[in-house]
Nanobody, 124 residues
């Protein structure tokens, strides 16, 4: 069982930066793929980024490449999403997720464990 708690969301101007954190409980954190998803008003939830247990595999949605960086600290049971050059279209609720299946997260948008979400609002 893994419990996930996100933090770090807020209001930022376009071009600014935010760093989201996701603190996980549970002994199996270091074994899971960890990902970030987001859901904007009126839109479906979409995959943003994923990182493997060893950090060797990292994938991003095209719109995040070059602007967002996902990382993890297994000693702290925490995964991060550094978001730079934010745009108004990045406004969404951001969710942390954990799963053992990379393709479930990246292709199906599903995960075994989810956080409660943190709001990111980018003003233009």
């Amino acid at each position: 069982q893994v419990q996930l708690i996100e933090s770090g969301g807020g209001l930022v101007q376009a071009g600014g930066s935010l760093r989201l954190s996701c603190a996980a409980s549970g002994r199996t954190f270091s074994r899971h793929y960890m990902g970030w998803f987001r859901q904007a008003p009126g839109k479906e939830r979409e995959f943003v980024a994923v990182i493997s247990a060893t950090s060797r595999t990292i994938q991003y949605v095209d719109s995040a490449k070059g602007r967002f960086t996902i990382s993890r600290d297994n000693a702290k049971n925490t995964v991060y999403l550094q978001m730079n050059s934010l745009k108004s279209e990045d406004t969404a609720v951001y969710y942390c997720a954990a799963d053992d299946d990379l393709f479930a997260m990246t292709l199906k948008g599903s995960a075994d464990y989810w956080g409660q979400g943190t709001q990111v609002t980018v003003s233009s």
